[in-house]
């Protein structure tokens, strides 16, 4: 069965340890997100419609074929019915 989050922008970008961190200032783990044109399109046009678009984030512990630990993450565009209403209070709650 299929449900509302099928047909939702998704994006997947890697977050690996910095092993060249010079000093305590640095990130911790760094990585690179290019947003795709579905992924743009979708978030300009819950903006069109008034809304400003929210964006979920996931992450999760992976190792690549090297043998590297890293983190993969995922955003995924709230669609603009789950989307919070302004002033309505975020408790962190899932319900």
Known sequence: ???KFDNVPKMDFPIFTNDR???DRAPV???KIEFTEDFLKAMVSH???GEMPTVKVAIWNRVSKAGKEY???RLE???LEDAPVQGEEDDGLPW
């Open 1 to 3: 069965m299929p449900n």
């Open 21 to 23: 961190r010079g000093n």
């Open 29 to 31: 783990k760094s990585g």
């Open 47 to 49: 903006a069109k419609q």
């Open 71 to 73: 983190e993969n993450a």
């Open 77 to 79: 565009i709230v669609p």
